[in-house]
């Protein structure tokens, strides 16, 4: 099964709010041991809101599914030896604090790597690990700035837009993700671990691939088009009677198949319009054409009347519209888990399966400490020791007399 492909890998997961909890939580869902490694009072991300579910952020169960957390006290001694002994047996270590964090610690890649050849150190940045950038911090606004994306978002004129998901934050943890997984075939093939450098800079970059070639053949910076393609057209929305529509019809077909069913075979035979270029270049024009006509007939009734001549289109649906939608029922990506304090918890599971794949049971993402006594007691280290973490306050852990009592 897919989700049980990297079962037997172990991950420690330094990372904190989003990046890499994503990255984390991607490995978790394949099946690898994830432990999340948090401060006695929990990372960043726990405390980002609203919403909030009885005092449980959302933001952090939306990306910490399937991971177990160890909370140790990492400005202490005992607690960066207790891990540097982790380290030894750990796969894969993940880490997305400013570059230099880790190297105080000692926890560094080259600190650790002599200890474990096979380690895979994947570090998660805002601007790399090199360069005039590498300490400049920076969150998913700031990088959807920074990479011009933002400057692309929006009607003509319109001031600066920012796509409200976390886009290059949850593009940068994919990115982060593909590093590992190839990293891990490396290993598997007998060479030795390596220093993964992933920046959330670039990963913007690489989700505006077509923009950029584009710009770089051209030289124009992009011109905001808002729900348009500005490669095809007619591929936007438009309004409709009673909402919008977003309809694709700029491949030569269909673009004949429009013109007829609005009946409108000027549009066809106007020399500004002929061709997918010429309709680019003369967007607006075309656009209030067919707006006039789409205002005539509800959502539904036009997607009916496209649809039966394979002309691309679909409705601009609400997040509500869409969980209630037969696509989002028939994906299957629906999923809900049971947290000890924020209960049922619905959100989009892991995406990817194989056709006749069992259903696997996701797992809320954890308390904090909720793990960190059977954690410590898996990788090895001595229950005399686990003791003296907790009566020092170098771990946490809720249930931690019952734990101990077992050891």
Known sequence: MIRDSLRDVRVLDFSHVLAGPVCSMMLADLGADVVKIEPPS??????????WINGESVVNLSVNR????????????????????????????????RPGVMNTLGLDYASLEAANRKLIYCSIS????????????????????????????????SEPLKVPVPVADMVGGYMAT??????????????????????????????????FTSFLASGIDPEKVGSAAPYASPNEAFPTRNGWLMIAAYHPDRWTSLCELLDMPDLESDPRFAANADRVRN??????????????RSTTEWIGLLAARDILCAPVSTYSEVVNSHEYRDSGIDTSVDHPVAGKVRMPGFALAQTDETRVEDVAAPLVGQHSIEVLSEYGIPGEEIADLLNCGVIRNAAAQCALASL
């Open 42 to 51: 929990g990372e960043l991300g726990r405390r980002i809101g609203p919403p």
């Open 66 to 97: 399937n991971k177990r957390s160890l909370a140790i006290d990492l400005k202490t001694d005992a607690g960066r030896h207790a891990i540097r002994e982790m380290a030894r047996q750990a796969d894969v270590i993940i880490e997305n604090f």
């Open 126 to 157: 805002a601007f790399g690990q090199t360069g005039a950038s590498r300490s400049r911090p920076g969150v998913d606004g700031i990088i959807q700035a920074v990479s011009g994306l933002m400057s692309t978002l929006g009607e003509p004129g």
């Open 178 to 211: 593909i590093a590992v997984l190839a990293a891990l075939h490396a290993v598997r093939c007998g060479r030795p671990g390596q220093h993964l450098d992933v920046s959330l800079f670039n990963a913007a970059i690489m989700l505006q691939q077509v923009g």
């Open 283 to 296: 967007r607006a024009a075309l656009r209030q054409r067919l707006s006039e006509c789409f205002r005539t």
